[in-house]
Each structure stands twice: as C-alpha cells, then as structure tokens.
C-alpha cells in the first residue's frame, strides 16, 4: 500500500524561498517577493557584467556569457509567471462574491 500523501511543512521548504536572516517561521510577501526581485536584478547585472567583459576583450569567454545571459533570462521569465499567477489570484479572489 502506498503512505499517504503529506503536506508541505515551512521547516522543509529550501532556504533559497526563505528570505536570509527570518527564522523558518512566518515569512512576509513583502519580504519573499523583494528577495525575488533582488536576485532576478543580481542576475541581470551577472549578464550585463559578463557580456561587458566578452565585448571588451576581458578575458571572458563566449559560452559563459551566453550561459550568464541565459541565466538571466530564465530567472526574469519564471519571475513573471509567478507574478502573473499572483495577479491572476488577486483578480479571482476580487470576483468572489461575498
């Protein structure tokens, strides 16, 4: 027989969705949403750094640059689906009918 399935418990969620400094305890979205956003903006700047470095002749070598680029794309892109799937419930819970 298969064990049943458990919830997902704050203690075992990864420190990468924790924001640094806040015990495993209850966690703002103010606070998770501006660590996204600082760590989508650090990998920008990876980018823009990496792509400066390669054009200029720095040393940097073209498939860093490109897995840097890429890097910061799809962390841009995972966090606008995961803003678009908060607005999105924004919107649905502002249609319910009280």
Do not use: W
């Not at 298969?2 to 704050?10: G, K, Q, V, Y």
């Not at 897995?67 to 919107?91: G, I, P």
């Amino acid at each position: 027989m298969a064990a049943p399935i458990l919830p997902i418990s704050p203690s075992i969620l990864p420190d990468a969705i924790r924001p640094a400094g806040q015990p495993s305890g209850g966690t703002n979205f103010k606070d998770v949403l501006s660590s996204a956003v600082e760590t989508v903006e650090a990998a920008g700047r990876s980018a823009s750094t990496a792509v400066e470095k390669f054009l200029s002749g720095e040393g940097e070598e073209l498939h860093t640059t490109i897995l840097a680029t890429q890097r910061a794309e799809l962390s841009f892109d995972l966090f606008m689906q995961a803003r678009n799937k908060a607005v999105s419930a924004y919107q649905e819970i502002m249609r319910m009918q009280m």
